[in-house]
């Protein structure tokens, strides 16, 4: 009888280039993705060094972090911004890379692009300079975020050096509430084992709430599998993986699709293998989330209060609170339903994609935005652009009163000049809150992309008629 | 890359838990396009005011950590982002050594790839090297200790290859380029 593996063990088996006591394994890698913030010292280490790409046609590039959402036709006028697309253009064109640039409508936030061409596939090692790498795991493939010494190593070798991280099961049971959505039962996850509580693991997400997400509910899952600690989180492949990836135009041929899905079929963990931890959560107890402090473990149910930092024991927790409390510039005992909201941002790697917007849209319809609230949709591709024009989601939005931009990054780390102001309040759909994140001084709650929209009409922390 | 074998400096405290490279490294600064020159933009928004003069009640601000080389701080230091300019900025500030409770790992990644020793101790070892009177510490890697003139000693553990590499100064890319033949081999076997 063979040892029972987990999905890890089975990925990591089928990766291995060269295994030698006392050193790290050395892994093959299927997809490398570029884009233009982590990569350009990489590229100059390969010319100082004289080494050529080793794989061109494994990567992939686009640019997504600093360019402007505005009209695509207008100039960059960010000098340094623009160099640095400008670097990554001439790199990828010297070495024969793909890349999706601006004036193409695959262009995108790179986590996004990836699942929705069918480039990120069930079994693969994906890396790219980017800490939500993570998300692609949602497949069922190995994916994580590297330093660019890192990307400048898989450029040259397409291949990376790694010790086999230790694996936690996060098995969340039963059925979610109407109403509470992936990034919901995510951010819960991440208050209850806290911002390092995966630091060393991969996350290998099951249970019945996981099985009846959607695929994108299941990227929104892995994205912030990192905001736990864990570099890579992980979903078994199943009918909703197969049913997602059929056609997509990076996918396997038609011909050889059915055998593929069979294969991904089989990377399940085995019923017998075991978890270093695992951690179970009843899906059903979580509530809608927000967060109100300045890492994403810092969360709340939206019927909840402001913590009081005086409930907690642990000095260094006590401290964290209160210097997360006075950045916030909020009062323990507040309501968050109480809590005035300056801007609305709906976006990102974590909820920019189509299922995103129509969940944001449907709580928007008919309604207008708060006076005080400036609120800002950012598709997380051109593609996506174009299917909830279609759909009438743009329009939906725009009559509300949001600006409908370009796809990108944008407000999630203002890179561009999609920025907060000191001190501005920002009910934000994207995956950190860390201080100065979206802008020196800017405070921003996560939520789901529902509650942005919801807050944006209420100016409050708010839930879509008919949730609550 | 430089080997680091052992160390002697001053020390900068940090008490604080899960500080991100958001912090460290603040995103309005990697646009450039060189590894050099981040330690000027080290903790900026921590470090200066709005007018750009210093913050005086920021941990590397206070006079005893002038000058500082190691920085010792809390849990899950590093957390966050997987931008390697945070390593770039602490190496250029001057730090060559930290000292944590734990370290995100990615950020451990980047550190071993800049000769950035990253040192983990027990919370309690944490606290006694926080409130020593010394501020200067030594740590040796060949010994994997961390002592200070008044009689600490603390044994650290660390992987043997990441130990290695650090203290040879060993080019990672160098490593793996070793075993082309293997590579050439698995994709060989996967065409």
């Known amino acids: 009888m063979t040892v029972p593996r987990t999905m890890l063990d089975k990925i990591w088996e089928r990766h291995l280039v060269h295994a030698e006591d006392g050193t790290p394994d050395l892994l093959y890698v299927d997809l490398h993705l570029l884009h233009e913030v982590t990569s350009a010292q990489a590229f100059e280490g390969l010319r100082l060094a004289g080494r050529p790409v080793r794989r061109p046609d494994l990567c992939v590039a686009t640019i997504d972090h600093n360019i402007p959402t505005t009209d695509r036709s207008l100039p960059v006028l960010d000098d340094i911004a623009r160099r640095q697309m400008e670097v990554l253009r001439d790199n990828v064109a010297e070495h024969g890379i793909r890349i999706f640039d601006i004036d193409d409508e695959r262009q995108g936030i790179v986590h996004v692009i990836g699942p929705e061409l069918g480039l990120t596939q069930p079994g693969t090692i994906i890396v790219c300079g980017d800490s939500h790498t993570s998300t692609h795991g949602a497949f069922g493939a190995l994916a994580f975020g590297i330093g660019t010494s890192e990307v400048e190593h898989v450029l040259a070798t397409q291949c990376i050096p790694r010790t086999k991280p230790r694996t936690v099961e996060i098995r969340l049971d039963g059925e979610a509430r109407p109403g509470v959505s992936a990034k919901d039962l995510v951010l819960a996850v991440i208050g209850e084992i806290g911002v390092g509580g995966a630091t060393g693991h991969v996350i290998e997400y099951t249970g019945a709430a996981i099985r009846a997400l959607s695929m994108e509910g299941r990227l929104t899952v892995c994205n912030i599998s990192i905001e736990a600690g864990a570099r890579a989180g992980m979903i078994s492949p199943d009918e909703v993986t197969i049913e997602y990836l059929r056609d997509r135009p990076f996918g396997p041929d038609s011909d050889a699709f059915e055998e593929a899905a069979a294969r991904w079929l089989a990377l399940a963990t085995d019923a017998e293998a075991t978890f270093d931890r695992t951690v179970v959560i009843d899906a059903a107890s979580i509530e809608p989330q927000v967060s109100w402090g300045t890492n994403p473990a810092m969360v709340g149910p939206i019927s909840g209060v402001v913590p009081d930092p005086a409930d907690v024991e642990s000095q260094v927790d006590r401290q964290a609170m209160e210097r997360a409390l006075t950045y916030m510039g909020l009062t323990p005992g507040t309501p968050f339903r109480d809590i005035k909201l300056d801007r609305v941002f709906i976006g990102s790697c974590t909820n920019a994609r189509i299922e995103d917007l129509r969940a944001a849209a449907a709580a928007v319809r008919g309604r207008t935005v708060h006076p005080d609230v400036s609120a800002m949709v950012v598709p997380g591709s051109g593609l996506v652009k174009r299917q909830a024009e279609e759909e009438g989601l743009a329009a939906t939005f725009r009559e509300a009163g949001f600006e409908w931009r370009e796809a990108g990054c944008s407000m999630c780390l203002g890179m561009n000049p999609d920025v907060l102001a000191s001190g501005e309040r920002c009910a934000s759909t994207s995956n950190r809150n860390f201080e100065g994140r979206q802008g020196t001084g800017g405070r921003t709650h996560l939520v789901s992309p529902a509650i942005a929209a919801a807050s944006a009409i209420a100016g409050t922390f708010a839930e879509p008629e008919g949730n609550t | ?191």
Not at chain 2, 96 to 103: G, Q
Request: net charge negative; charged share 25%; glycine share 8%.
């Open chain 2, 1 to 191: 890359m430089d080997p680091f074998t052992k160390h002697t400096g001053t020390l900068a405290v940090m008490d604080r838990a899960d500080v991100d490279t958001d912090q460290i490294i603040p995103k309005e600064f990697l646009k450039r396009i060189e590894r050099t020159g981040y330690g000027r933009f080290l903790f900026n928004h921590w470090r200066f005011d709005e007018n750009g003069d210093l913050k005086a009640d920021f941990e590397l601000n206070r006079p005893e950590a002038a000058g500082a080389s190691i920085l010792i701080a809390g849990r899950n230091f590093g957390c966050g982002s997987s931008r390697e300019h945070a390593t770039w900025a602490l190496r250029d500030y001057g730090f060559r050594v930290i000292i944590a409770e734990s370290v995100a790992d990615i950020f451990r990644e980047n550190a071993d790839q800049n000769g950035l020793l990253v040192v983990t101790l027990p919370s309690e070892q944490i606290g006694q090297i926080m409130h020593a009177p010394a501020q200067s510490l030594t740590v040796d890697l060949e010994a994997c200790t961390v002592t200070d003139s008044a009689g600490f000693l603390a044994q650290f553990a660390i992987d043997s290859f990441r130990r290695d590499c650090l203290l040879q100064g060993l080019e990672r890319i160098g490593l793996t380029l070793q075993h082309v033949a293997a590579i050439q081999a698995f994709e060989d076997r996967s065409n």
